[in-house]
Nanobody, 119 residues
Framework: QVQLVESGGGLAQPGGSLRLSCVAS????????AGWYRQAPGKQRELVSE???????NYLGSVKGRFTISRDNTRNTLWLDMNRLEAEDTAVYYC?????????????WGQGTQVTVSS
């Protein structure tokens, strides 16, 4: 079955940058709305950003102007460029794909990658 693998998380200082990557083991992004979620301790998982099949991008209000989502369907890869990081961005970030095709509806999740913003 399809697996999503995230990478690029780590420690950054406030105001710094990180780039998260998500690679799918199958060709699913062409037929998927793909996005990034995050979850901090004691809080619910929230949608950070998503990109639809038509290329429409949506961002959580607190990250608008700082984060950029992109994808390469041919390479089955999704990225999240995070700039001007804040302490509030600290969380585990998860890659998500909502695959839709005739007769098929399946959501996929990555294992998560830790992002810590601290001085």
């Amino acid at each position: 079955q399809v697996q999503l693998v995230e990478s690029g998380g780590g420690l950054a200082q406030p105001g710094g940058s990180l780039r998260l990557s998500c690679v799918a083991s199958g060709s699913i992004f062409t037929s998927s709305t793909a996005g990034w979620y995050r979850q901090a301790p004691g809080k619910q998982r929230e949608l950070v950003s998503e990109i639809t099949r038509a290329g429409k991008r949506n961002y959580l209000g607190s990250v608008k102007g700082r984060f950029t989502i992109s994808r390469d369907n041919t390479r089955n890869t999704l990225w999240l460029d995070m700039n001007r990081l804040e302490a509030e961005d600290t969380a585990v970030y998860y890659c998500n794909a909502q695959f839709r095709a005739v007769g098929v509806s399946q959501d996929y999740w990555g294992q998560g990658t830790q992002v810590t913003v601290s001085s």
